[in-house]
C-alpha cells in the first residue's frame, strides 16, 4: 500500500524535513500577513481583541478584590503562556479567509469544528496547569529571597527590587525560571494548537511535533519570541489597551507562521 510519500522524502531524516531553513526575517513576513487577515473583515478581530482586553482587565480586578495583587505580575507573565490557546479564534478567521468563507464573533468565540475536537481542550488544561505552576514558583521565590516579609504593595515593589541586594536576587532567579516556563510554553503551543484546529491529531502528537518545529527552526522562531514579547511590552506601557490591535495581530501572524513551516 503507498504511504502518500516519495522514496527521496523518506529517505530525507525526520529532523530535516521539519526545517524549512526559513531566514530569521522570514518573521516579519508573518507579521505583514497577519495585519492583512486583520484588515480584512476588521470589526470581527478588533472585537475579539476587545473580549481579550475586557477579560484581561476582568482577570486584574479579580485579583485586587481579592487581596491576590501580589501575583499580578507573574499572572501578566502567565498571559503569554495561555496566549496560543485564548487566540485560537483568530486561527479560525485566518483559516476562513483562506478558505474563501466569511467569518464572525461568534464563530470565532465558539470554535466547534476544530479537527481535533476535545483535544483542544485538553491542551488548554496543561497550558493553565503550566500559568499556575509558574504563579506558584513565583510565589514560592518571593519567599525565598523575603521571608515572611510581606508583600509591599505594587506602589513600593519596584523600589523594594532594584534597591537590595535581596530584590536583585530575586529578579536574576525569577527571570531566568520564567524563560524556562515560557520556553517550554512556546515550543509546545506555537504550532500546536494551530495544528489541532487545523488537523485530526492528538494533543501529545500536536505538542511534540510543535516542539521539533520550533527546535529545528530556531532561528526564525527566536525572532518571533522576541516581536512577541517587544509587542507584549508595548501592551503593558498602553495598560493593556494595545491588545485590542495587538493580540489579534500576533494571532493571524501565528497562523501565518504555522502554514509557513509546518
Not at 128 to 136: I, T, V
Not at 146 to 167: A, C, H, K, N
Request: with cysteine.
Amino acid at each position: 500500500m503507498s504511504t502518500g510519500q516519495s522514496p527521496d522524502a523518506a529517505a530525507i531524516p525526520l529532523a530535516h524535513q521539519r526545517r524549512r531553513n526559513l531566514p530569521a526575517r522570514a518573521a516579519f513576513g508573518w507579521l505583514r500577513a497577519g495585519w492583512r487577515d486583520l484588515c480584512t473583515q476588521a470589526g470581527a478581530s478588533l472585537a475579539y481583541g476587545i473580549v481579550v482586553f475586557a477579560m484581561s482587565l476582568g482577570v486584574i480586578w479579580l485579583l485586587f478584590t481579592l487581596g491576590m495583587d501580589y501575583i499580578l505580575f507573574p499572572a501578566l507573565a502567565g498571559f503569554m503562556v495561555v496566549g496560543p490557546l485564548v487566540a485560537i479564534g483568530l486561527y479560525q478567521k485566518s483559516l476562513d479567509i483562506e478558505n474563501g468563507r466569511r467569518t464572525s464573533l461568534l464563530r470565532m468565540l465558539f470554535v466547534v469544528d476544530a479537527q481535533s475536537g476535545a483535544q483542544i481542550m485538553y491542551t488548554g488544561a496543561i497550558l493553565c496547569l503550566l500559568m499556575l505552576l509558574w504563579m506558584r514558583a513565583a510565589v514560592i521565590i518571593y519567599a525565598l529571597f523575603f521571608g515572611l516579609t510581606p508583600f509591599p504593595g505594587l506602589d513600593s515593589i519596584v523600589s523594594m527590587l532594584i534597591s537590595t541586594p535581596e530584590g536583585w536576587g530575586m529578579l536574576l532567579v525569577g527571570t531566568v525560571v520564567g524563560a524556562l516556563f515560557a520556553a517550554f510554553s512556546f515550543a509546545i503551543s506555537a504550532f500546536g494548537i494551530p495544528m489541532l484546529l487545523d488537523r485530526k491529531v492528538d494533543a501529545f502528537t500536536a505538542m511534540g511535533t510543535s516542539i521539533s518545529l520550533v527546535w529545528n527552526n530556531l532561528p526564525v522562531m527566536l525572532m518571533w519570541g522576541a516581536i512577541v514579547l517587544a509587542l507584549f511590552v508595548v501592551c503593558l506601557l498602553t495598560g493593556l489597551a494595545g491588545l485590542i490591535v495587538v493580540f489579534p495581530l500576533l494571532g493571524h501572524a501565528t497562523w501565518h507562521a504555522y502554514r509557513a513551516i509546518a
